[in-house]
């Protein structure tokens, strides 16, 4: 009874000291395809060194373990050193590069008796092993025991995609530089930075200054959900060629391709009014104080029209090296087309006739897409599109992006296209995150989408053929942001939903399980909490429908 009393008490005080051991746990999101764990421990603090391959991105991996690492030592990193086999790797984190693993992005993490190792067939396969010992190991501890374990990991999808919409609300770039850190905690690879729209141009263009001297900045912006009510304040921001180059670095040097979105012939009334020449009618326009989808679109019977969606191309794929340019195609009303002389001058040389359901102005936005498409292509690069372009008669070499709902996407599968899947019932992070019934605070544009929406969504069913699954080659949560013009908003909206998107992205279906998930997700709050980030605490409330 005595030992009792005593080790109780010892337990006691280390607990008020603050350097009682805390265990690693890697049942971290998304959970790895496999992971054994051992009875056995190792104290991190028997770490004294990172050790890797002579390799530039190895050691830049290196340096961002070592940041990882820095509260459990004290605030200080640990030593790097650079060495093709390491002596004593007992004391040593390990990264090294194995040919012998197949996929680009898969790993291995082995903790035992001879340290800690960790191998990639590339070192982007090496950075999403870092990622999960980050989060395996307890936030705010000083004493930790890492149990062994060997896990095997890589993702099911090639393209696992955040959006972020810039046009609506801009946000600076140290915002975008932390939600490329979201990204990276979520073992995601793709930034879809949405970067015009007919309330906002945010790119520099040299060859057409008018796009940011006039079109990066609206006059006054409509209060509430369209009330006629406005702020007349004026409103904006662009980046400029050396801003955007940064972020694409910073991305690069996290493994995540950024591809860019020029939206196309629709959503461009930021761009008429810098230039109104390019519309149908000439104008007057103005950048769009109200939120929707507007009548004033690109004019696709002027010859000027491509000459100028080609110049603003050239600039942009000398910032971007991404192998997709997104150019929209959504949501563009042919209301102008239909009675501007030069469009129908245009229908008719082209020999554009109705076509069941598909009017001769549908026709023509499939025109103006394949012509954009083949210029995009003379560079080297592809296309993705949002799903309106399967009424377009795109070719297959289009990548389709499916946000209307899945049944888009299937049936683009099916006709050959490569797909992904953006569904507004499962990805739209704008939506509310809790029921109708609590809307209140804040304002959003309204739709209900629940934590375990997200989580149990299927984007590639059974009832597709084993060929159309093929091209399903990936999942992407966009973000829209007419009514969230604030950094902590955006991150309360994706969090932790994109805690769910990112086991829909990188798990297979059969390994998935919402209740295990729940556990593993309030551990990563906890990353959350370490890093400052707001997430809906109140989505944990919704998710019992």
Known sequence: ????????????????????????????????????????????????????????????NAGFLAEYLKPYFKGQALPL???????????????????????????????????????????????????????????????????????????????????????RHFFDVDFVKQYIDMMVLHNMNTFHWHLTEDQGWRMQVDKYPLLTEVGAWRNRTVIGRNTGLYEYNRYGGFYTKEQMREIVKYAADR??????????????????????????????????????????????????????????????????????????????PRTRWKSCPLCQKRIKEEGLKQNGKRTPEDLLQGYFTRRIEKYIHQHGRKIIGWDELLECNVEPSATIMSWRGPEGGLAASELGHDVIMSPTSSFYFDYYQTKESEWSHPLLIGGYLPLDKTYNTEPAPDTLSPEAKKHIIGVQANLWTEYIGAPELAEYQVLPRMAALAEVQWMQPEAKNFGAFKVRAKRLMKCYDALGWKYCTEAWRTDAH
């Open 255 to 332: 493994y995540i391709t950024v591809i860019p979105e020029i939206d196309m012939p629709g959503h461009m009334e930021a761009a008429l009014a810098a230039y109104p020449n390019l519309g149908c009618t000439g104008g007057p326009y103005e950048v769009e104080p109200n939120w929707g989808v507007f009548d004033e679109i690109l004019c696709a019977g002027k010859e000027e029209t491509f000459t100028f969606l080609e110049g603003v191309l050239d600039e942009l794929m000398e910032i971007f090296p991404s192998e997709y340019i997104h150019i929209g195609g959504d949501e563009s």
């Open 81 to 167: 050193v650079v060495e093709k086999k390491t002596k004593k790797p007992a004391d040593a984190v390990q990264l090294r590069l194995n040919k012998k693993l197949v996929g680009d992005e898969e790993y291995c993490l082995i903790v035992g008796k001879k340290g800690i190792l960790i191998e990639g067939k590339t070192p982007r396969g090496v950075f999403y092993g870092i990622q999960t010992l980050r989060k395996a190991l307890p936030v705010g501890a000083e004493e930790v025991a890492v149990p062994f374990v060997r896990i095997s990991d890589c993702p099911r999808f090639s393209y696992r995609g955040m959006h972020l919409d810039v046009g």
């Open 1 to 60: 009874m005595k030992n009792t009393f005593l080790v109780l008490a010892l337990m006691a005080l280390f607990a008020i000291s603050g350097h009682a051991q805390q265990s690693a746990d890697f049942n971290v999101v998304p959970l790895p395809q496999s992971c054994v764990q051992e009875d056995n421990t190792m104290p991190l603090s028997n770490i004294t060194r990172i050790c890797c391959d002579d390799n530039e991105d190895m050691k830049r």
